[in-house]
């Protein structure tokens, strides 16, 4: 059974600072990774995705992957409360399914 | 708007009454999936469809039956419902191009089995 292993908090931190959430996996054979922001009641929303080692930025959000270490992490900069939901780590393998992680909760406190 | 839409939202049963959840997209995407919400175990792949008339199961397919019959729709049913099936269930769509599954999900639907 291929895994998707987060912490699942809750973390917590101050507005302004840098929130960091980590993934690791089991399938080596991975190949592309995604990053879903989930609100209270809502569904989940596509934040980013990354398949190349290294680092890809988008504004406030820096998606990092090691895939030697079979991890991947999202580090989100000058926190804001807006950013307090469930963060969810997602793995596509070889084929066409995804695993989804259980989700980090994150709480932005002003 | 480009959007998945989900019906009903909302719905309580009883145990073997056979139901339907449709799913439906206006984005042309190729892939769609359904997936199960549980408190503590996260988001369960139920089934996926790489396009009309292909589909194949996911993490959880015991108890549930699919189609893809026009590229827009891809309703769940359940045959027999029981109560272990009670559950946040979430359709999704995507685009199929490099291989990356860049998904849109539908609202939600809470599905209550008595």
């Known amino acids: 059974q291929k895994e998707v292993e987060q912490n699942s908090g809750p973390l917590s931190v101050p507005e302004g600072a840098i929130a960091s959430l980590n993934c690791t996996y089991s399938?080596?054979?991975?190949?592309?990774f995604f990053w879903y922001r989930q609100y209270s009641g809502k569904s989940p929303e596509l934040i980013m995705f990354?398949?190349?080692?290294g680092d890809k930025e988008d504004g406030r959000f820096t998606a990092q992957l090691n895939k030697a270490s079979q991890y991947v992490s999202l580090l989100i900069r000058d926190s804001q409360p807006s950013d307090s939901a469930t963060y969810l780590c997602a793995v596509q393998g070889g084929s066409e399914k995804l695993v989804f992680g259980k989700g980090t909760k994150l709480t932005v406190n002003p | 708007e480009a959007q998945v839409t989900q019906n009903p939202r909302y719905l309580i049963t009883v145990t073997g009454k056979k139901l339907t959840v449709t799913c439906s997209q206006n984005?042309?995407?190729?892939?769609m999936s359904w997936y199960r919400q549980d408190p503590g175990l996260g988001l369960r792949q139920i089934y996926y469809?790489?396009?009309?008339?292909?589909?194949d199961k996911g993490d959880v397919p015991e108890g549930y039956k699919v189609s893809r019959k026009e590229k827009r729709n891809f309703p769940l049913i359940l045959e027999s419902p029981s109560p272990n099936q009670t559950s946040l269930y979430f359709c999704?769509?995507?685009?199929?191009?490099?291989?990356?599954?860049?998904?849109?999900f539908g609202p939600g639907t809470r599905l209550t089995v008595t």
């Open positions: 984005m042309n995407h190729e892939y």
């Open positions: 399938d080596r054979g991975s190949q592309s």
């Open positions: 990354i398949y190349s080692n």
């Open positions: 999704a769509s995507s685009p199929f191009w490099g291989r990356i599954l860049e998904q849109y």
């Open positions: 469809s790489m396009n009309v008339e292909v589909t």
